[in-house]
């Protein structure tokens, strides 16, 4: 069993920074893939970034490219979301999520388990 807990959160300005962070404890973290999602206000869930067990592959929605990095430390067992230059649309709740897997994934119903969230909104 995995669980999850995301942190990091809060209220930032338009073309600021947050830094994720989603500690992952349990039995057996090692294999499993990680995974952000986020849930805008009114809308469905949507995925965000994932990073493989071994860290050397990623993927990222395109709206995210070149602003939001995701990364792992599997010593400590938490997982980053480096999110810059941050836009009132990323403004959302954002989720950690994890499947065990050597395989990157990008959609929700794949990945097995998930933390509670937390809040990041973005003022214009």
């Known amino acids: 069993q995995v669980q999850l807990v995301e942190s990091g959160g809060g209220l930032v300005q338009a073309g600021g920074s947050l830094r994720l962070s989603c500690a992952v404890s349990g039995r057996d973290f090692s294999g499993h893939l990680m995974g952000w999602f986020r849930r805008p206000p009114g809308k469905a869930r949507e995925f965000v970034a994932a990073?493989?067990?071994?860290?050397?592959?990623?993927n990222y929605t395109g709206s995210v490219k070149g602003r939001f990095t995701v990364s792992r430390d599997k010593y400590d067992n938490k997982v980053y979301l480096q999110m810059n230059n941050l836009k009132p649309e990323d403004t959302a709740t954002y989720y950690c999520?994890?499947?065990?897997?050597?395989?990157?994934?990008?959609?929700?119903?794949?990945?097995?388990?998930w933390g509670q969230g937390t809040q990041v909104t973005v003022s214009s």
């Open positions: 999520a994890a499947k065990r897997s050597t395989l990157v994934y990008t959609t929700a119903n794949d990945y097995n388990y």
């Open positions: 990073i493989s067990w071994s860290g050397r592959d990623t």
